[in-house]
């Protein structure tokens, strides 16, 4: 998947992350997300960022791709809160996620650093059932 920086904003946005002059966009600043942090240093342009996608939506083993983008170095790590990683691929891992019974969602939590130690998860949610 090529970079997008309309999701990159929709993610930094929704995180609450600083959203800071991309092209003619106003800048704009939120308070600081519980996750989506980068204790790392990145020397990049861009922040260290993570999307993640899950589905289909209330099946018992569901998909979730995380892709990776910005960040600083020549490689990312994926690690999975309970994916069972698929595969992997430069910016993106793919792993499947199983729905607890009886559960309507779940949150799957994805973390990835870059070859700099730079580092942010994404919390996505599983939806598992449909009442």
Known sequence: MKFSPIRALLTLTATGAMVAGLGNLPTASAATPSTGNSPGSSTSAWPL???VTCGPNYEPTQTC??????GSGTGY???WET???TSTSGTVSEAT???PENSGYRYETVGVTDSNNAYTEYQAQV?????
Do not use: I
């Not at 939806?127 to 009442?131: F, K, R, Y």
């Open 49 to 51: 960022g993570l999307y």
């Open 65 to 70: 791709v995380a892709e990776a983008y910005g």
């Open 77 to 79: 790590t994926f690690t």
């Open 83 to 85: 994916g069972k990683v």
């Open 97 to 99: 996620v199983n729905c």
């Open 127 to 131: 939806w598992c059932s449909p009442w």
